[in-house]
C-alpha cells in the first residue's frame, strides 16, 4: 500500500486568535504540540506541516517537522492539504486540525483503518455522542446521521435527527451524534474534491463535507466514544485550560 500521510494546515492569520499555531503551551507552540501527537499514530508514515507563512515555517524547522510551504490564495485548509501533498507519493492523505494538542493518535489510526477497509467511501471522518452537558443547539458543533452502514446521510449545524419524545426509538435513545472534525481521504479524491464547485448545502450549513454528500459519493464516518482530544485551542483563553491539562500530568 501506498505510504499514508497526515498534514496538519496552519495559517497565522486566525480571526479569533491571530498566530494561533505559535502560541507557547507549556514551552511548546502549539503546532508542535499537534504535530507529537501525530507522530505517535502507528499507520501514519510522514507528518507534514502545511502553511503560507514563514514564521510558522521556521518554527517548525525548528522542532525538527516536514513542513511544505503553500499558496497564501488557499481558501480553506482542505485546499491547503491537497496543494501539500500534490508531488507526495500517497495513497490516504489525514487532514488533522492544528488546535487539536490533546488529539488521541489511536483516533487517528482508526479513522485510518476504517478508509481502508471501506472501498466504497472515499472520505472517513469519526464522530461521538455529546456530553450531557453540551448544548446541543450550538451551530459551531456539527451534528450528523448515517445509515446502517455507516455512511453519512446528512451533517448539518442543527438539531438531526429530530430530538422530540415522538421521534425517539423503542429504546428512548435519539441516536444524535455529533462530528469530529478529522478527515481521512483517499488522495485520488481529495484532488477530484477541491476543484469540485461549492454547492448548494454546503453553501447553506457552511460545512464543507456536504459538497462530498452532494455530489454522490460516499464518507465513511467511525464512532468513538470521546472527541479524542481534551480541549482544542480555538481562542486564547484555552491555552490555559490546555497549560492545566499538561501541569496535570494528561499527556
Not at 453540551?134 to 430530538?163: G, M, Q
Not at 472534525?181 to 464547485?197: E, I, M, P, T, W
Request: include cysteine; proline fraction near 4%.
Amino acid at each position: 500500500m501506498k505510504p499514508i500521510i497526515c498534514v496538519i494546515p496552519a495559517r497565522y492569520g486566525s480571526t479569533r486568535f491571530p498566530g494561533k499555531p505559535l502560541a507557547d503551551i507549556c514551552g511548546k507552540t502549539l503546532i508542535q504540540r499537534v504535530w507529537e501527537r501525530a507522530k505517535k499514530a502507528k499507520l501514519v508514515d510522514r507528518v507534514v506541516i502545511a502553511t503560507d507563512d514563514k514564521r510558522i515555517f521556521d518554527a517548525a524547522v525548528g522542532f525538527g517537522a516536514e513542513v511544505a510551504m503553500t499558496s497564501r490564495t488557499c481558501k480553506t485548509g482542505t485546499d491547503r492539504i491537497a496543494q501539500a501533498v500534490r508531488k507526495i507519493n500517497c495513497g490516504i492523505v489525514v487532514n488533522l486540525q492544528g488546535d487539536e494538542p490533546f488529539i488521541d493518535p489511536v483516533l487517528i489510526d482508526k479513522t485510518i483503518q476504517a478508509l481502508i477497509k471501506d472501498q466504497t467511501a472515499v472520505v472517513s471522518t469519526p464522530v461521538c455522542l455529546p456530553g450531557r452537558s453540551e448544548d446541543l443547539s450550538d451551530i459551531n458543533s456539527a451534528k450528523v446521521v448515517f445509515d446502517r452502514n455507516f455512511h453519512a446521510l446528512y451533517f448539518s449545524r442543527s438539531v438531526i435527527p429530530n430530538t422530540s419524545r415522538a421521534a425517539r426509538n423503542q429504546r428512548g435513545e435519539n441516536n444524535l451524534y455529533k462530528h469530529i472534525g478529522l478527515y481521512v481521504y483517499r488522495k485520488d479524491f481529495l484532488n477530484r474534491f477541491v476543484k469540485l464547485s461549492q454547492t448548494p448545502l454546503e453553501k447553506s450549513e457552511k460545512l464543507e463535507q456536504l459538497r462530498i454528500l452532494e455530489n454522490g459519493y460516499k464518507i465513511r464516518v467511525v464512532v468513538v466514544k470521546t472527541e479524542g482530544g481534551a480541549v482544542a485551542v480555538d481562542v486564547p483563553g484555552d491555552v490555559k485550560k490546555a497549560e492545566r491539562l499538561i501541569r496535570g500530568g494528561f499527556l
